[in-house]
């Protein structure tokens, strides 16, 4: 099923992607730093939305809770 998040406080302005049965797959940012975006969307990939959640969970930009 495909999803689309607006983040709120940090460079990118869109994430769209697809969740089946949990698992996370097809990630796009639109926005950010390139390099970023697309390192997280390529290690995520595959990767149970829990467990996604859990290893991006209170990661920091500078001051700024942003994961």
Same mark, same amino acid.
């Given at each position: ?17 697809? %969740?089946?049965?949990? +698992?996370?797959? !097809? +990630? +796009?940012? @639109?926005?950010?730093?390139?390099? !970023? ?5 390529? %290690? +995520? @990939?595959?990767?149970?939305? @829990? @467990?996604?959640?859990?290893? %991006? ?11």
């Amino acid at each position: 099923m495909a999803h689309q998040y607006k983040p709120r406080g940090v460079c990118s302005q869109r994430i769209a992607f697809d %969740l089946t049965d949990g +698992v996370v797959r !097809n +990630v +796009v940012f @639109e926005g950010g730093c390139s390099g !970023n975006t697309q390192g997280i969307a390529r %290690l +995520v @990939e595959g990767m149970s939305a @829990e @467990e996604a959640v859990r290893r %991006l969970a209170g990661i920091r930009c500078g001051f700024k809770s942003t994961s």
